[in-house]
């Protein structure tokens, strides 16, 4: 199946041409119509076969074609460990150079500047927060952060955060 096949907004297919996607994989036809009907969905395949996308762009399909709060976090991704969150965001940088949406990666290991720079992600509404369980708590304990516009909470690899001990 090809991309162009599926219900997504212009923006996205645009940013999937500059990407040079073309085709779907097999967990992304099955997963993205589900999504974009806004169901929940446990998935399961091997990695590299596309999972991210398959997540991401019916999300910000979602996001662009619904209201939504500005300057407020729209979805929350979790992911295990620091290397999954960079990828996923970067992924997100791509899938959505031609939208209006912001994300920010928030992960520990890092210095003092890429932590005022989760803080400012945080608290003035990245529409897209891609984090670890770990420093988003440490953000949470110590600001003021307002969740009230999430509509969207994926977890990535749950269960490794659950083999990880992520589960209190």
Request: aromatic letters at 8%; glycine letters at 8%; one cysteine or more.
């Amino acid at each position: 199946m090809l991309f162009t096949d599926l219900p997504l907004c212009d923006s996205l297919l645009e940013g999937l041409q500059a990407m040079n996607f073309k085709e779907t994989t097999p967990i992304q036809e099955q997963a993205i119509p589900v999504i974009l009907q806004k169901r929940d969905l446990i998935a399961c395949a091997q990695t590299g076969t596309g999972k991210t996308a398959a997540f991401l762009l019916p999300l910000l399909n979602n996001l662009q074609t619904e209201p939504h709060e500005e300057h407020k976090v729209n979805a929350i991704i979790m992911a295990p460990t620091r290397e999954l969150a960079q990828q996923i965001d970067q992924q997100m940088e791509g899938f959505s150079y031609f939208t209006p949406f912001s994300s920010v990666a928030v992960y520990g290991g890092n210095d003092g500047d890429a932590w005022d720079v989760q803080k400012r992600g945080l608290t003035s509404g990245a529409d897209v927060v891609v984090a670890t369980p770990g420093r988003l708590l440490s953000h949470i304990n110590l600001y003021n952060i307002d969740f009230s516009g999430v509509k969207y909470f994926i977890l990535d690899e749950a269960d490794r955060m659950l083999d990880m001990g992520f589960f209190d």
